[in-house]
C-alpha cells in the first residue's frame, strides 16, 4: 500500500505544478496577448486581400486599355471606309451606322468600367492605409502587453519551478511501473490518482462494485470504470 501512498504524495505537488502552469497560461495579460496577435493577423489577411484586388484590378485595367484601343481603332477604319468607300445603298448605310453604334457602346462600357476601378481602386488605398494604420497600433499594444506579460510570468515561472522540484524529488520515491501508468492517466484526466471514500471512486463518485472494492482493498491497481483514474485506498 505504500506504494501507492507514494504516488498519492507525489501526485499532490505534480497537481499544485500544474494549476501553477495553467494559471500562467489562462492570465489576463496573456489573453489579452492573444486576442491583440490574433487582430494583427486578421489586419495581415485582410492587407493582403486588398493587395490581391488591387492587382487583379491593375490586370483588368490592362484588358481594359488593349480592348479601348481595339474599338478605337475600329472606330478609325469605319470612319475611313465612311469617306473613301461611302455606302452605296440605305442597307449598308445602316449597317455602317449599326457598326459605328457598336464600337461606341462598347467603348462606352469600357469607360464606365474603368470608372468603376479607379473608384474602387481609391477606396481599395483608403482602406490599405487604416488597415496598416490598425495593423501599427496593434503591434504597440502587443509589444507592450508581451513586456507585462514577460514581467509578470517571470516570477509565477519561477514559482512553478520550485514547485516542480518539489514534485521531481518526490517522484524517486515512486515504483516506475506505477509512474508510468500515472502519466499515461494523466494524458486523459487529472488529477489521475483518486481516493476510494466510502465505497465510491472519489474522482467521479461511482459507486463501485463489490468484487472492485476487494481489488482496490488487496492492493491491486485498479481503474475506475467511469473516469478512468487509478483508485487506491
Ligand atoms: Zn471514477
Redesign the pocket.
Known amino acids: 500500500m505504500e506504494k501507492f501512498e507514494a504516488l498519492w504524495a507525489y501526485q499532490a505537488e505534480d497537481i499544485k505544478a500544474d494549476a501553477i502552469a495553467q494559471s500562467i497560461r489562462r492570465s489576463p495579460t496573456r489573453q489579452k496577448l492573444e486576442k491583440a496577435r490574433d487582430y494583427i493577423l486578421d489586419r495581415q489577411k485582410q492587407y493582403k486581400q486588398i493587395e490581391e484586388e488591387v492587382t487583379a484590378m491593375a490586370d483588368r485595367k490592362d484588358v481594359i486599355a488593349q480592348g479601348m484601343q481595339r474599338a478605337a481603332r475600329q472606330l478609325e477604319d469605319l470612319q475611313n471606309r465612311f469617306e473613301h468607300n461611302p455606302p452605296a445603298s440605305q442597307e449598308e448605310l445602316s449597317s455602317l451606322l449599326a457598326d459605328v453604334s457598336r464600337c461606341r457602346d462598347t467603348i462606352r462600357q469600357y469607360e464606365t468600367e474603368i470608372r468603376r476601378i479607379v473608384r474602387e481602386t481609391e477606396s481599395n488605398d483608403k482602406l490599405q492605409r487604416s488597415v496598416r494604420v490598425e495593423a501599427a497600433n496593434a503591434k504597440k499594444t502587443f509589444d507592450q502587453l508581451k513586456a507585462e506579460y514577460e514581467q509578470e510570468s517571470k516570477s509565477r515561472k519561477a514559482e512553478l519551478e520550485v514547485q516542480r522540484e518539489k514534485a521531481k524529488a518526490l517522484a524517486p520515491e515512486v515504483d516506475p511501473a506505477l509512474m508510468e501508468e500515472y502519466e499515461i492517466i494523466k494524458k486523459h484526466i487529472s488529477p489521475p490518482v ?1 481516493r476510494l471514500t466510502y465505497g465510491q ?1 472519489s ?2 463518485n ?1 459507486s463501485l462494485p463489490s468484487a472492485t472494492l476487494a481489488k482496490i482493498k488487496n492492493g491491486a491497481l485498479v481503474e ?1 470504470e ?2 478512468g ?1 487509478m483508485i487506491i485506498q
Open positions: 483518486a471512486c474522482g467521479c461511482t475506475c467511469t473516469c483514474r
